[in-house]
């Protein structure tokens, strides 16, 4: 079944400007902003502004110009928060979650920069 598109997430409200944001960055596809509920120093979310659900589909649906565009903006934002390993930062993770099992709260693909600290094992042993 193909991905259907809630326009009402949050996210979307975002980019319609009936939600606020403290933006880092906009681009002509992309925006990025920081993370309500920061989970590091730096959390900051870079979304497409197309309606994609997660990454798949963005991947696979999305133009080239929107690729190079959002791919093009999470570089910008490691960059503008000083964190390139390649310019002497101290690294960062990125994290999309999709889905169920990726524990994905808002289906609209978004990708968390998360930095400024040690951001400790990739995943949370099962409990
Ligand atoms: P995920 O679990 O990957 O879907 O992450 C969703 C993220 O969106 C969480 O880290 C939330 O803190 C964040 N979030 C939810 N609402 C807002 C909002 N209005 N502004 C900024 N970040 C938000």
């Given amino acids: 079944m193909p991905y259907t598109y809630d ?3 949050i996210f979307a409200k975002i980019l319609r400007g009936e939600i606020p944001c403290t933006k880092v960055l906009e681009t002509d596809h992309a925006l990025a902003f920081t993370d309500i509920s920061p989970k590091a120093p730096h959390h ?3 979304i497409p502004k197309g309606p994609y659900v997660c990454h798949d589909h963005f991947a696979l649906h999305a133009t080239d110009a929107e690729i190079v565009d959002f791919t093009r903006a999470i570089g910008k934002v490691c960059a503008q928060l000083g964190v ?3 310019t002497q930062g101290a ?3 990125l994290i999309s979650n999709a889905g169920t099992d990726g524990v994905q709260e ?3 693909l978004h990708v968390h920069i998360l930095a400024g ?3 400790g094992p990739m995943v949370m042993a099962p409990s």
Wanted: glycine share 12%; proline share 11%.
């Fill in 117 to 119: 600290r040690n951001i």
């Fill in 7 to 9: 326009d009402q997430n």
């Fill in 91 to 93: 690294g960062y993770r």
């Fill in 106 to 108: 808002v289906p609209h």
């Fill in 44 to 46: 900051v979310l870079v």
């Fill in 84 to 86: 390139s390993p390649g």
